[in-house]
């Protein structure tokens, strides 16, 4: 079983920048990727950003060039870094683990950003 607990959201004014964190416990050996979601409102969950073992990575065209994931080396902990926040950035972020096709979610966390 693998445990997901996220941190980091809150209200911000556009402009600014936030930083989640993700930590992953349990049977994490074998994951495939790490990676964030979104859902805002009355839209479907959309993915942000995505980090696979070897470290290759992928962002939507919508955060391209103003966020940055990364991962520790024990690789239970992806960040997402989020530069010159827009009032289209709110929504609830889910960290999310592809562990052998077995797909994992956190419990979600609040990103409101102000105009």
Do not use: F, H
Not at 2 to 9: A, C, D, K, N, T
Not at 24 to 37: D, F, N, Q, V
Not at 58 to 69: E, F, H, Q
Not at 77 to 84: A, G, K, P, R
């Amino acid at each position: 079983q693998v445990q997901l607990v996220e941190s980091g959201g809150g209200l911000v004014q556009a402009g600014g920048s936030l930083r989640l964190s993700c930590a992953a416990s349990g049977s994490i050996l074998m994951t495939k990727s790490m990676g964030w979601y979104r859902q805002a409102p009355g839209n479907q969950r959309e993915l942000v950003a995505r980090i696979g073992r070897s470290g290759d990575t992928y962002y939507a065209d919508s955060v391209k060039g103003r966020s940055t994931i990364s991962r520790n080396s024990a690789g239970n902990t992806v960040s997402l870094q989020i530069n010159s926040l827009k009032p289209e950035d709110t929504a609830v972020y889910y960290c999310n683990l592809n562990k052998m096709g077995t797909v994992y979610w956190g419990q979600g966390t609040q990103v409101t950003v102000s105009s």
